[in-house]
């Protein structure tokens, strides 16, 4: 069996790599050919834990990386893996992803294997019959559920643990017709991941899915943030213990109640907007949608009053930020809210120094000279008058006053509570820690 994955971003370098490391015959594809040949020489172009280990594993096997859309006339399986990103008013924008159906459309006639393709890429229900399947059937001629397959098949893996999760995903989701196809695909992921439950519906409640998935993770995050906002008002209250506790109860669940600075990420914020936006046009009011985003707006606005309630006027303070990635063990970031934060300072005109232990160089592209970047955190403390811990990055948990000295005025603002359980000789507001009188 022959599979072709087309978009080498996180969800498709991931699958590809995962899949050629289990000795499956896989072709890589993406139209960006610098990266297509990073790739081939065993380099990840983002930083994912494991990624690169497992990138080289499959090259050692039958994995082919290319820019070639051609290449997919011998694929059995192709899964669509690219992006859909948001438009300013926050719709979805299918341009990229109607542009790759476009082209495999093309190429569809030349496969005489009646291949079925898997849409992996997040698309509001009714874009798979209306947008995604039309595209195919016009551009090679040919019939869906007799020539070919099509498959909603949402992903649901994270940023950061992306190669342990696309290995063991909690659930497979298949949608559309059942057909003799819809068995096969059903087959090949009885073999892929024996024991993960199997959930065969139609394209657009596959749709949702996705959809739900990811804006429930931002429920609960923002109701965790919400609580951290009471609790920081309650004298001696830890929204840690908070959260640990009634994440011991099986029908809350421990996993996404971390209280921090909001979410960011180029997914939660992006689908909680496309959702939402679609709820409108449904004719549906979606109130607690819409609460859940100005929870996550309002705590960045949080993370602001608390600096200037302290330093007063912020023009040409000194202030570090700690951890621009969106979260740990990743480089990306898109959608941060620490540069969101970073933004909003330098509007007030203080003087940033960053740190972060992998996304320099990406923050570089957005600052370039307009904030200053430090190798170690003590370089980035020097003279500040103010640090907030924006990422959770396991080194930060190492901190102590040793570094602190070094600042002008030693006030922390940490909003992953990493430092609660330090003697600290220092101003220190936690998010979520009401603070004894
Ligand atoms: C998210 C979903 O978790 C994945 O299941 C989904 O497949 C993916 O989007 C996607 O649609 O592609 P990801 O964007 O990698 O994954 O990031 P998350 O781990 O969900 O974190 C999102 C944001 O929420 C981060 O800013 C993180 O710091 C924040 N967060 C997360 C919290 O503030 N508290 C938590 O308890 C958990």
């Given at each position: 069996?022959?599979?072709?994955?087309?978009?080498?971003?996180?969800?498709?370098?991931?699958?590809?790599?995962?899949?050629?490391?289990?000795?499956?015959?896989?072709?890589?594809?993406?139209?960006?050919?610098?990266?297509?040949?990073?790739?081939?020489?065993?380099?990840?172009?983002?930083?994912?834990?494991?990624?690169?280990?497992?990138?080289?594993?499959?090259?050692?096997?039958?994995?082919?990386?290319?820019?070639?859309?051609?290449?997919?006339?011998?694929?059995?399986?192709?899964?669509?893996?690219?992006?859909?990103?948001?438009?300013?008013?926050?719709?979805?924008?299918?341009?990229?992803?109607?542009?790759?159906?476009?082209?495999?459309?093309?190429?569809?006639?030349?496969?005489?294997?009646?291949?079925?393709?898997?849409?992996?890429?997040?698309?509001?229900?009714?874009?798979?019959?209306?947008?995604?399947?039309?595209?195919?059937?016009?551009?090679?001629?040919?019939?869906?559920?007799?020539?070919?397959?099509?498959?909603?098949?949402?992903?649901?893996?994270?940023?950061?643990?992306?190669?342990?999760?696309?290995?063991?995903?909690?659930?497979?989701?298949?949608?559309?017709?059942?057909?003799?196809?819809?068995?096969?695909?059903?087959?090949f992921f009885m073999k892929l991941h024996p024991n993960v439950?199997?959930?065969?519906?139609?394209?657009?409640?596959?749709?949702?899915?996705?959809?739900?998935?990811?804006?429930?993770?931002?429920?609960?995050?923002?109701?965790?943030?919400?609580?951290?906002?009471?609790?920081?008002?309650i004298p001696g209250a830890n929204v840690d213990d908070i959260?640990?506790?009634?994440?011991?109860?099986?029908?809350?669940?421990?996993?996404?109640?971390?209280?921090?600075?909001?979410?960011?990420?180029?997914?939660?914020?992006?689908?909680?907007k496309a959702l939402i936006n679609f709820a409108n046009i449904?004719?549906?009011?979606?109130?607690?949608?819409?609460?859940?985003?100005?929870?996550?707006?309002?705590?960045?606005?949080?993370?602001?009053?608390?600096?200037?309630?302290?330093?007063?006027?912020?023009?040409?303070?000194?202030?570090?930020?700690?951890?621009?990635?969106?979260?740990?063990?990743?480089?990306?970031?898109?959608?941060?809210?620490?540069?969101?934060?970073?933004?909003?300072?330098?509007?007030?005109?203080?003087?940033?120094?960053?740190?972060?232990?992998?996304?320099?160089?990406?923050?570089?592209?957005?600052?370039?000279?307009?904030?200053?970047?430090?190798?170690?955190?003590?370089?980035?403390?020097?003279?500040?008058?103010?640090?907030?811990?924006?990422?959770?990055?396991?080194?930060?948990?190492?901190?102590?006053?040793?570094?602190?000295?070094?600042?002008?005025?030693?006030?922390?603002?940490?909003?992953?509570?990493?430092?609660?359980?330090?003697?600290?000789?220092?101003?220190?507001?936690?998010?979520?820690?009401?603070?004894?009188?």
């Amino acid at each position: 069996m022959k599979i072709g994955v087309i978009g080498l971003g996180f969800v498709g370098l991931s699958l590809t790599s995962v899949l050629a490391s289990k000795g499956y015959d896989v072709v890589g594809i993406d139209i960006d050919n610098e990266k297509c040949k990073k790739i081939s020489n065993g380099i990840s172009p983002i930083f994912e834990p494991e990624l690169e280990k497992i990138l080289k594993n499959g090259l050692k096997k039958k994995l082919k990386i290319s820019n070639d859309f051609t290449l997919i006339k011998n694929c059995d399986l192709l899964f669509v893996t690219v992006g859909t990103p948001q438009n300013t008013n926050g719709s979805i924008n299918l341009s990229i992803i109607k542009k790759a159906v476009h082209t495999i459309g093309k190429n569809l006639q030349e496969n005489k294997k009646k291949p079925i393709i898997l849409i992996k890429s997040t698309v509001i229900p009714g874009t798979m019959k209306k947008v995604i399947l039309p595209i195919l059937e016009k551009k090679s001629n040919e019939k869906a559920g007799k020539d070919f397959e099509l498959i909603s098949n949402p992903e649901f893996l994270q940023e950061s643990s992306a190669i342990r999760d696309t290995k063991f995903p909690h659930a497979v989701v298949l949608g559309g017709n059942q057909t003799k196809f819809m068995k096969k695909a059903k087959n090949f992921f009885m073999k892929l991941h024996p024991n993960v439950p199997i959930i065969i519906t139609n394209h657009e409640t596959a749709e949702m899915i996705k959809y739900a998935n990811n804006s429930f993770l931002a429920t609960k995050i923002s109701f965790i943030n919400q609580l951290s906002n009471i609790c920081q008002k309650i004298p001696g209250a830890n929204v840690d213990d908070i959260a640990k506790t009634i994440g011991l109860d099986p029908r809350i669940g421990k996993l996404f109640l971390n209280a921090g600075p909001g979410y960011g990420g180029s997914c939660l914020p992006k689908d909680m907007k496309a959702l939402i936006n679609f709820a409108n046009i449904s004719g549906i009011n979606p109130t607690l949608l819409n609460a859940v985003e100005e929870v996550n707006t309002k705590q960045l606005k949080q993370i602001i009053s608390l600096t200037k309630q302290k330093l007063g006027n912020l023009s040409s303070k000194k202030i570090t930020i700690l951890g621009t990635a969106f979260k740990p063990d990743t480089d990306d970031i898109r959608d941060s809210i620490s540069i969101e934060l970073i933004k909003k300072l330098l509007k007030m005109n203080a003087k940033i120094i960053i740190h972060d232990p992998k996304a320099i160089k990406n923050t570089k592209k957005v600052f370039e000279d307009k904030i200053d970047y430090a190798k170690t955190v003590r370089d980035a403390l020097s003279k500040s008058q103010c640090v907030i811990i924006m990422t959770q990055w396991k080194q930060y948990k190492k901190l102590n006053n040793n570094e602190f000295k070094y600042m002008k005025r030693k006030f922390v603002i940490d909003c992953r509570r990493m430092l609660i359980e330090k003697q600290l000789d220092v101003d220190y507001l936690a998010i979520g820690l009401g603070k004894e009188k």
